[in-house]
T-cell receptor, first 119, second 112 residues
Framework: GAVVSQHPSWVICKSGTSVKIECRSL??????MFWYRQFPKQSLMLMAT?????????EQGVEKDKFLINHASLTLSTLTVTSAHPEDSSFYIC???????????????FGPGTRLTVT | QKEVEQNSGPLSVPEGAIASLNCTYS??????FFWYRQYSGKSPELIMF????GDKEDGRFTAQLNKASQYVSLLIRDSQPSDSATYLC????????????FGQGTRLTINP
């Protein structure tokens, strides 16, 4: 399957600072990437859909000015959590959509996730 | 509201037996169906996908799709303790909403 990487895998930051998380598709080009958040023992929550070369589409209730997404190339999307607060502490997971010529459809692969702790 | 329903479990299966995980979905326009495995503290891992009615086998895993009944399942044969995880069913209408809709996941425990 396709490989998606994320960096950093974990980060601790102070309240009020900003944190950038990178998501890369390593062996395929991804015109579309997704950003999810997951709190302990809860389901994945889609935050936004990131399309290369255009503005991200945010899910209802997600503050676009707080969670800045940039999808500048076909292999890289970044999520910046601005002015982070302790309630932003969570597991952030990116995912990239890959087109399979074999199946003629899209498949979606997840990165390993970034654990953010805001103190 | 497009929904994907799974039994949250926990589902407990003895080692070596067949684990059966079920999922129903509400959107008849759904075209692609995925099973992800998520270990505690880790991100989801794609283990199976299916697009056509019928069965698809990959090693110990078999996905089954019945679009008329809006039902997709995952069978795990010869279950191993390492199969213990949460299994997420996800459904996509790539031509429509352009995103996966996830079920809440079924927690599976394989007992040695």
């Amino acid at each position: 399957g396709a490989v998606v990487s994320q960096h950093p895998s974990w980060v601790i930051c102070k309240s009020g600072t900003s944190v950038k998380i990178e998501c890369r598709s390593l062996d395929f080009q991804a015109t579309t990437m997704f950003w999810y958040r997951q709190f302990p023992k809860q389901s994945l929550m889609l935050m936004a859909t990131s399309n290369e070369g255009s503005k991200a589409t945010y899910e209802q209730g997600v503050e676009k000015d707080k969670f800045l997404i940039n999808h500048a190339s076909l292999t890289l999307s970044t999520l910046t959590v601005t002015s982070a607060h302790p309630e932003d502490s969570s597991f952030y997971i990116c995912s990239a959509r890959s087109f399979s010529g074999t199946s003629g459809s899209y498949e979606q692969y997840f990165g390993p996730g970034t654990r953010l702790t805001v103190t | 509201q497009k929904e994907v329903e799974q039994n949250s479990g926990p589902l407990s299966v003895p080692e070596g037996a067949i684990a059966s995980l079920n999922c129903t979905y509400s959107d008849r326009g759904s075209q692609s169906f995925f099973w992800y495995r998520q270990y505690s503290g880790k991100s989801p891992e794609l283990i199976m996908f299916i697009y056509s009615n019928g069965d698809k086998e990959d090693g110990r895993f078999t996905a089954q799709l019945n679009k008329a009944s809006q039902y997709v399942s995952l069978l795990i044969r010869d279950s191993q303790p390492s199969d213990s995880a949460t299994y997420l069913c996800a459904v996509a209408d790539w031509g429509g909403a352009q995103k996966l809709v996830f079920g809440q996941g079924t927690r599976l425990t394989i007992n040695p």
